[in-house]
């Protein structure tokens, strides 16, 4: 069994590895070019075949890892909604479909459990309940921008960009901060903050760059 589950972990890390440098690259490339869909989409394969390989894992006895768990989860959501928010870009669609609302619906009652079980803790024995609340927290958070995105995306025509975006680096952020975490075991405030920090700003910079553009164009 440990033989199985070594080979299982370097497969995880394979994949993981391809994702990181597929996704960097993606940011880094002209974005909507061949080059960015491509690496793209080798990215969100290879990042979602990496959290399914060690998400049983990371429940295993010996190999028990609530961050593991908990991150793979969020990157898995993220890299989802990142991928279907594209879908959103046809004029065809003019509504959430039943996968765009099961995504988010079955991230939103994990979350709400997370965050639960994180709230409990703070009056019973319950081990890194403070981070069964921050990802509960941060899992409703964004959910609840999903609906509201699902709600009113034909009113912005580039909040299905907007949303891609953002889910796509958040995922970025994710996958990152499990490799400094758990792949190189620090254990850190600034591990776990500075990617986040990082990140945050690349979005916030994305997102003002993209609807400035379009400002622009309604403006000329």
């Known amino acids: 069994m440990e033989q199985a589950i070594t080979i299982a972990v370097y497969i995880h890390a394979f994949f993981g590895g391809l994702g990181l440098i597929t996704g960097i690259g993606s940011m880094a490339v002209k974005k909507g070019g061949k080059l960015h869909k491509r690496m ?14 060690i998400i049983p ?15 793979s989860m969020f990157t898995i959501y993220l890299v989802l909604i990142g991928r279907r928010a594209l879908s959103f870009k046809s ?17 939103m009652v994990f979350s709400l459990f997370m965050l639960g079980y994180g709230i409990y803790g703070l009056f019973a024995s319950v081990p890194d309940n403070v981070l069964y609340m921050v990802f509960g927290g941060l899992g409703l958070f964004l959910t609840r921008k ?31 901060t499990a490799f400094i975490v758990a792949g190189l075991k620090l254990w850190t405030i600034t591990a776990w ?25 309604k403006t000329s």
């Open 91 to 107: 004029r065809q669609k003019i509504k959430a479909d039943s996968i765009d609302l099961g995504i988010s619906t079955a991230m």
């Open 146 to 176: 999903n609906f509201l995105f699902y709600k009113n995306f034909k009113t912005n025509k580039v909040a299905w960009l907007l949303a891609h975006l953002t889910h796509m680096i958040a995922g970025m952020i994710a996958s990152i």
């Open 40 to 53: 793209g989409k080798v990215f969100s394969i290879s990042m979602i075949t990496s959290c399914i390989i």
């Open 57 to 71: 894992i990371a429940w295993m006895p010996g190999h028990e890892s609530l961050f593991l768990f908990l991150i």
């Open 193 to 217: 903050v500075l990617p986040s920090v990082i990140g945050t700003i690349y979005i916030i910079y994305w997102r003002r760059r993209t609807e400035g553009k379009i400002g622009s164009r």
